[in-house]
């Protein structure tokens, strides 16, 4: 019997929109400081709307919470089980040909150093469930070991970046735009760095919702109809999150509907909804290009992953504010944009299989770097 070469990496963000898994073979060299892999394929499963309404309850404070988190846990658990157990059945797949799956979990709550006495972060969707139900060794529970090192626990997608995406020739920057958004920032020569920039599709996610009961505003759309409310944007900038200095992380319960419509309340007139939509695109398109003005260096190539990527209003605006860069999406370094983070999370399975560690000092603030997770054997 051959050994296994696989992982599969499970992605649940923010957004609630879908659960992503992929297989992928890695190839890494000595060091394992430069990374090769071939995705040999990837799946998706839109999360139901009643079970979206769940996670989205349970990340805001809210009502009789330990029975609603207890459940949610396994429902999800069962969920991301199938959804490997299809990604495997579809391509004639045996548990034993993967070595490990690395689950991010469902964030219900994330409350990093700095916000809180005691901080921690919350990920569901029971590993046992999925190791149980597949048969394969699991990972999950990634960033609880950074945040006991004093990190932010977040991101950890910038590690995976440096494997996969540094240059020894040319400056890069990667965004991650997903419900929320982060930067990695890898110069040719020195050391990768990252942080949140704070809401990526979130907030324009959660407005079209309650004005459209869309899930999300194709290619932008509905911004682009809009015009941007700059009273509004400047207030929006405002919040502490955007000047505050990294290590830096955020979620839900920072950037929520309810902060929004208090905001809105302050203007002395109320604007038009399609209006606000505009502003809220110019907001990610602002602290993206604020961070990136900020902390790297021009010229830079920037390459856009997460499902921000295919809001084409949003990447048109990019461009424009960062007119000396060329913006792209990841497809352009080889892999498809709304991939990255499952792959991304195979990788940091990979790397506690083999006693690596997966945290960046420089991206969380943790005291050391540290091997990530808790392992559910199969
Ligand atoms: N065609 C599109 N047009 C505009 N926005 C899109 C499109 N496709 C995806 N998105 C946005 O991407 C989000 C999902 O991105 P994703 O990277 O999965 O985030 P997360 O990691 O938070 O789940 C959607 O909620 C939506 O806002
Ligand atoms: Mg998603």
Redesign the pocket.
Known sequence: MSLPTYYVGL????????V?VVAVEFFSDKLNLTEKLTLIDSHSVPLPHQLRQKIHSLATPNQNEIDCLGELDQELGELFASTINELISKNNLLPTDIVAIGSHGQTIRHRPPGSIQYPFTVQIGDPNIIAERTGITTVADFRRRDMAAGGQGAPLVPAFHRALFHSVDVDRVIIN????ANITWLPATGNATGFDTGP??VL??AWILKNQNK??????DWAASGQVQHVLLQQLLQHPFFIQLPPKSTGRETFNVDWLEAEIAQLTATPNSKDVQATLLALTVTTIKNCIDAFTQRHAEIFIC???A???RLMHELQQQLPNSKITSTADLGIAP?WI?AIAFAWLAKQTMNRHSGNLCAVTGARKEVILGGVYFA
Do not use: F, K, R, V
């Open positions: 992605m649940s963000g923010t957004s609630a929109d879908a992503d735009i997903g419900g929320m990526g599709n324009m996610d899930p999300y505003d194709p290619n932008g997460g499902g921000g295919y809001n084409l709304e983070e």
